[in-house]
C-alpha cells in the first residue's frame, strides 16, 4: 500500500469518526430551535401546554387553536394583581411592539387565575389599558385550573373571604407558543423586553425553516 493512499484512507476514516460523532452528539431527531433555546424544561417544553375552551374578553368561548393562531406571548395572573402582573404584562406588551417594528406579528394573552373577579368586561378593560393586540382570557375556577396545571403554573387564592381585596399568587412565567408547534420556550420576570423580542424573533424565523 502506498503512502499516498495511506492518507487518504487516514483521512476518509478521520471524516467518519467525527460524522458518527456529530449524529451521537445531536439531538434525537433534531431541534431546528437549539440555537434559539434559553431554558429548559423537564420532559422538553412540547410538555407544557394543553387543549383547551375558555371565554374571552368579548364574552365568546374560544379554543386554544383560536387563541393561540399565531406566535403568542402567554401570561396567567389577574387584574387585580397591586404589581407584578401589570409590570409583567407591560414588559410582553412592550416585546411585542418591539417585534412588531421588526415585521413580526406576534399577539400577548393574558389569562386570568381570578374568574370570581375578572369578568370578561373586566379582562377587555385591564387588555385594551396595556395593548391594543393582547387577548383576555377568563373561565370558570375548573378551567382556569386545568389550563394553568397544563402549562405547569400554580395559583393560590388567599383570604378569599375578603371579597374585594384578596391576593392571589401565582406563577409569573410567559410562554412563546407557536401555531403548529405548541409551547417552545418561556420567559422569567428578569427577561427584558429586548431579550424576549430577540428571542420570539429567533424561534419565529426557525419555525419557518
Not at 394583581?81 to 411592539?97: E, K, S, Y
Amino acid at each position: 500500500m502506498t503512502e499516498r493512499r495511506i492518507m487518504i484512507l487516514a483521512v476518509v476514516a478521520s471524516a467518519l469518526l467525527l460524522l458518527t460523532g456529530w449524529l451521537w452528539l445531536r439531538p434525537a431527531g433534531g431541534d431546528v430551535f437549539a440555537d434559539c433555546r434559553r431554558s429548559a424544561v423537564a420532559g422538553g417544553t412540547e410538555a407544557l401546554g394543553g387543549r383547551f375552551t375558555l371565554t374571552d374578553e368579548t364574552g365568546a368561548r374560544v379554543t386554544d387553536a383560536q387563541v393561540f393562531d399565531r406566535p403568542s406571548i402567554f401570561y396567567m395572573g389577574y387584574t387585580y394583581c397591586p404589581d407584578v402582573c401589570p409590570m409583567d404584562n407591560a414588559r410582553n406588551a412592550a416585546a411585542v411592539d418591539l417585534l412588531k417594528a421588526r415585521g413580526y406579528d406576534v399577539r400577548p394573552v393574558f389569562m386570568s387565575v381570578d374568574p370570581a373577579r375578572d369578568t370578561p368586561e373586566r379582562m377587555r378593560d385591564f387588555t385594551d389599558a396595556m395593548h391594543p393586540d393582547m387577548l383576555g382570557l377568563t373561565g370558570s375556577v375548573d378551567e382556569v385550573t386545568a389550563v394553568s396545571k397544563a402549562w405547569r403554573g400554580y395559583f393560590k387564592v388567599n383570604d378569599a373571604e375578603d371579597k374585594e381585596s384578596y391576593l392571589v399568587d401565582h406563577t409569573t412565567q410567559s410562554y412563546l407558543v407557536l401555531p403548529g408547534r405548541g409551547t417552545v420556550e418561556f420567559f422569567t420576570r428578569d427577561t427584558t423586553p429586548e431579550q424576549m423580542a430577540d428571542t420570539v424573533a429567533c424561534f419565529v424565523d426557525h419555525a419557518k425553516s
